[in-house]
């Protein structure tokens, strides 16, 4: 069954939008690493047990000359927050493959993250993420060992406790990301607003309420 996993939020600075993240929700988070491969790190603010958004900014000042990837990230943030990706999970490796051969793809079973404690796990996914993120839209991960998801991990400064992602705002419409995910996209809390593909809200129900993050969605290449 496909569940959302995670949101990256793209900041232009890595600290004061965690903080001003934390401060809006009061969530707690903590140091997530970064990727070698592109000169971005993370924070990770968890959102329940197995959800978190993942708070990105480019970290290697230089990457973005040389790195397409990274160039567009950089571009992406210049105006300030913008949801700039989000990504599923499937629980097995029987859907995750059914999943490669409706998108006519491999599975990726490749590194992403090196944690602060220098671990650096392989990452089962499919597609890529960063071209899917570059369209709006999500790719698909499998995390094997549950007790090693981020949002699983100790973090700090929690005033609010999140219980999970209730619904998100989405671009498009559920015929469009029908056709992308096949009918597994009818599982998903997604409410569509038609306009382009991307990340508009995140809903978390709480011990307090419904708490909504509501930034910029992410801008397709022209």
């Known amino acids: 069954m496909l569940s959302i996993d995670h949101i990256s939020l793209g900041c232009r600075n890595i600290y004061e939008g965690t903080e001003r993240l934390c401060e809006e929700t009061g969530f707690g988070q903590y140091e997530g690493g970064w990727f070698p491969h592109l000169g971005i790190a993370n924070r990770i603010v968890p959102l329940g047990p ?7 900014s480019v970290i290697d ?7 397409p990837s ?11 927050d913008v949801f700039i990706g989000w990504c599923l999970r499937v629980d097995s490796r029987d859907e995750l493959t059914r999943l490669a051969e409706h998108f006519g793809t491999d599975i990726i079973d490749k590194p992403l993250r090196r944690r602060t404690d220098g671990v650096q796990r392989n990452a089962v996914r499919v597609p890529e993420t960063i071209p899917c993120w570059q369209r709006g839209l999500p790719n698909v991960f499998l995390v094997e060992d549950l ?8 973090r700090s400064g929690e005033e609010t406790s999140p219980q999970g992602i209730t619904w998100m705002e989405v671009g498009g419409t559920e015929q ?21 593909p991307g990340v508009y809200a995140v809903a978390v129900a709480t011990d307090e309420g419904e ?12």
């Not at 197995?50 to 990105?56: F, G, L, N, P």
């Not at 990274?70 to 300030?80: H, L, N, S, T, V």
């Not at 469009?176 to 306009?195: F, Q």
């Open 50 to 56: 197995d959800q978190y958004i993942e708070v990105e």
């Open 61 to 67: 000042a230089y990457s973005p000359r040389t790195n």
């Open 70 to 80: 990274a160039r567009w990230f950089y571009d992406q943030i210049e105006g300030g």
């Open 147 to 154: 007790t090693q998801h981020p949002a699983a991990q100790p």
């Open 176 to 196: 469009d990301m029908r056709a992308w995910l096949g009918d597994g996209a009818l599982d998903l809390p997604l409410k569509y607003n038609g306009e382009r």
């Open 211 to 222: 708490v909504v993050v509501r930034r910029t969605a992410v801008t397709q290449p022209e």
